[in-house]
């Protein structure tokens, strides 16, 4: 229950049956008792289900199958389960994680993307799953153990989709099912797929994105209070004017900024015109620099994550900001997920060359990372015997493979879709996902109107000149929301998210990385180049090496050693 906690924190619940056990955590937005939704059946057993997540057609769901209006998500998971078994998952809508346990099956399922998180393990005892990994690990049942490639996956930030990095632990495939049995069986079944070309009118492109985002941004605000997370990008602002267009009034909006101690966020003033141009009730969460050292928060945000990463304030940050918004709405759109299906990452594709990589793995490597960023102080004789190349190169091949194109695809169109395939099924993980987790953590709930799968799904299937056509990223979301936000907003070029050069968090940082060393218990020494990480506590000018890249690489040591801790994970390379 201790590691629950994160995907929920207004209350819990626990079902037993038989041997069998269901936990539940919530959020203060949860509708209905705070655990499993049960049906008993006469001369049959009872039927349970356990629910993550926002099912942004309940309405609907209850009115098809009968039921009265106000019943919980878990409960009307129970009820479609009964009427529609396994492709109960197909009529759901929304970010969402689920199982029914049905005598001795188990039957989980996730949303078309993965938003929300579902891990599972089949042991000698009987199927183990959890939203939460640390749980999962942490269960007697479970012998938590890193190989090789579990390595590399942490390492690169890559693994195939269903894949966990633990041994024996595997990932709920986003848009699918999986039936586990009490034998030790399990199978698995797609109900969607980003390849499937979606029903579309024939029209204006912009338009017709315009249309969906209407639509994605009603459905996730559903009854919610509109409330936007307002960076002043063109994200997070077109989202805002969207919102009040179909709000019925201006959104609540929040800004990050740092107090005196921080660097000045570029984005604020572009926000204060977002605001002032729509109306908005605007909200800035200050932050002090030095809040991001405090331990226990460190620990919370670690603890919010299914894995290691080399964003340090990048998801504290997040987290902090999360908490504070929690204190004034419990939901917030975000308008994460819009480099991934605008192509905000890569600009237009350049016909003459084809992929070797994935795009921001040749990014990396062009700053001299041959295994992304945060690698820098493994030792590289391990990740040469590892293969962590190889595992990269590999991945890849998997992931092209996946792609279908039309009949007569030109050049361009292929290398676009190839590049929004690889970004949309692979580095959500590293932006969406993260997000979730660690708002969810914040007691805070997101929704990414942007991720909706109508939008992606038609985005993506777009030919390349409908998507790029300006020389600019994200063309086609510059054309639709010409007359959301001001002209300055929509031209204006792309910032990164702001992070802290406060010199009280680059010393804490060392400080830590110092005892790290001087720990000779600490699991993460089997893994590092000692002599290198030495050299950054003797030497601290290398944490600014490209800018945050030599801190991204400390930050990836000390959380994956407190990960290892945590999990009580057993090296095994």
Known sequence: MTDLTVRGRAGHGTWRHEGAALVQTVDPTWTGPA??????????????????????????????????????????????????????????????????????????????????????????????????????????????????????????????????????????????????????????????????????????????????LDDAVRRALGDAEPAVLLSGGLDSSVLTGLTAGIGGRPPRTFTVVFDQTGVPVPDRPYAQEVVDFLGCEHHEAEIDPR?????????????????????????????????????????????????????????DPDPTRALTSFPWIERSRRFGLPHGIGAGLFDAGLLHSVDVSGWIDSLFREAVAEVRHPPGASRTDRLARETDHLTITRLLEQTVLHSERISTAAGLQVRFPFADPQVVSAVYHLPARAKSFDGREKSLLRALGHDLVPESVRTRPKVPYPITYDRYYKSALLSRLRTLLDDSAAPVHALLDRRAAGAVVDDPSRLDRGGWLGRADVEMVLQLDAWLRRLHVRIQL
């Open 291 to 347: 809040e991001l050292s405090e331990p226990g928060l460190l620990a919370e945000v670690a603890a919010a994550k299914d894995h290691p990463t080399p964003f340090g304030d990048k998801n504290i940050t997040p987290y902090v900001f999360g908490r504070r918004v929690a204190e004034t709405v419990p939901v917030v759109l975000s308008g994460e997920g819009a480099d991934a299906v605008f192509t905000g990452l890569g600009g």
């Open 35 to 212: 655990g499993p939704a049960v049906l008993e059946r006469p001369g049959a057993p009872p039927v349970a289900a356990v629910f993550d997540g926002n099912l942004t057609n309940a309405t609907g769901l209850a009115a098809a199958l009968a039921v009265r209006p106000g019943y919980s998500p878990s409960e009307l998971v129970v009820h479609a389960y009964l009427r529609w078994g396994r492709s109960a998952a197909e009529r759901f809508q929304g970010d969402f994680a689920f199982a029914v346990l049905d005598g001795d099956r188990v039957l989980l399922g996730r949303d078309r993307l993965g938003i929300k998180p579902l891990s599972y393990a089949v042991t000698g005892n009987g199927p183990l799953f959890s939203s939460d990994l640390a749980t999962l690990a942490r269960h007697p049942w479970v012998r938590p153990r890193l190989t090789g490639d579990g390595l590399s996956a942490l390492i690169t930030q890559l693994r195939p989709p269903g894949r966990g990095v633990l041994e024996g632990v595997r990932e709920v495939v986003p848009g699918s099912t999986v039936e586990l049995r009490g034998d030790g069986t399990a199978s698995e079944m797609r109900y969607w797929s980003l390849q499937n070309p979606p029903e579309t009118a024939q029209g204006d492109p912009v338009e017709q994105v315009r249309e969906l």
